[in-house]
């Protein structure tokens, strides 16, 4: 189970963080994702992390403005969004899988446990 917080309503320019706390798996075992959906669009990759931490994939659109994270040892991963813009707005879920082919990260057909999805919106 993947449980969700964070999200919010925020101004252009500004920042969030969102969290992912996993119980039920043993955590160290999966790879974690972020993807986003707006109304009416398809669901799209964010960001993802490998078990180990020590490797990071990103969405163009994303680069240099958000960050994820995990720690292990909380079973817990983050997403840290710099700079957001009204094109961020969107619900982000969070994603787990136990494919450690990197190449396999960017669709969401490849995860196995979501979370409930929160709400992101940027606007003034």
């Known amino acids: 189970q993947l449980v969700q917080s964070g999200g919010g309503l925020v101004q252009p320019g500004g920042s969030l963080r969102l969290s992912c706390a996993a119980s039920g798996l043993t955590f160290i075992n999966y790879a974690v994702a972020w993807f986003r959906q707006a109304p009416g669009k398809e669901r799209q990759f964010v960001a993802a992390i490998n078990w180990s931490g020590r490797s990071t994939y990103y969405a163009d659109s994303v680069q240099g403005r958000f960050t994820i994270a995990r720690d292990n040892e909380k079973n817990t991963a983050l997403l840290r969004m710099n700079n957001l813009d009204p094109g961020d707005t969107a619900v982000y879920y969070c994603?787990?899988?136990?494919?450690?082919?990197?190449?396999?990260?960017?669709?969401?057909?490849?995860?196995?446990?979501w979370g409930q999805g929160t709400q992101v919106t940027v606007s003034p």
């Open positions: 994603a787990a899988t136990n494919y450690f082919d990197s190449s396999l990260y960017r669709s969401a057909d490849n995860f196995q446990h």
